[in-house]
């Protein structure tokens, strides 16, 4: 089994930066694509940003490109997302994501909804509020 525990929401001014980890654990060496959704009260779970294990390919989606980096250390099994210009639209749930079967090109399909049992694993979420 492999787990995931994500770490460094909190609560950031409009306009503000957090920077998100996730550590993955256990059974890591069939990963092929590490990323991010998230989901805020009342609305759809959204696919935010991936980066694939074999060649570091990106996905980010329409509301964060130009805002949001996703990064990796392989050696550490360790994926970052960085973000930066946060609109209180960004207030969400994070969840971390690993994918034993998909690369990131999935998320351009809309029906990827995430890692289902035994072919990936989700983390616990941490919460990102950005308000004033």
């Known amino acids: 089994q492999m787990q995931l525990v994500e770490s460094g929401g909190g609560l950031v001014q409009p306009g503000g930066s957090l920077r998100l980890s996730c550590a993955a654990s256990g059974f890591t060496s069939n990963i092929y694509s590490m990323g991010w959704f998230r989901q805020a009260p009342g609305k759809e779970r959204e696919g935010v940003s991936c980066?694939?294990?074999?060649?570091?390919?990106?996905y980010y989606a329409d509301s964060v490109k130009g805002r949001f980096t996703i990064s990796r250390d392989n050696a550490k099994n360790t994926v970052f997302l960085q973000m930066n210009s946060l609109k209180p639209e960004d207030t969400a749930r994070y969840y971390c994501t690993a994918d034993l079967v998909v690369e990131c090109d999935a998320w351009e399909d809309d029906d990827y909804v995430g890692p289902v049992e035994d072919f990936g694993s989700w983390g616990q979420g941490t919460q990102v509020t950005v308000s004033s």
């Open positions: 980066i694939s294990t074999p060649d570091g390919s990106t």
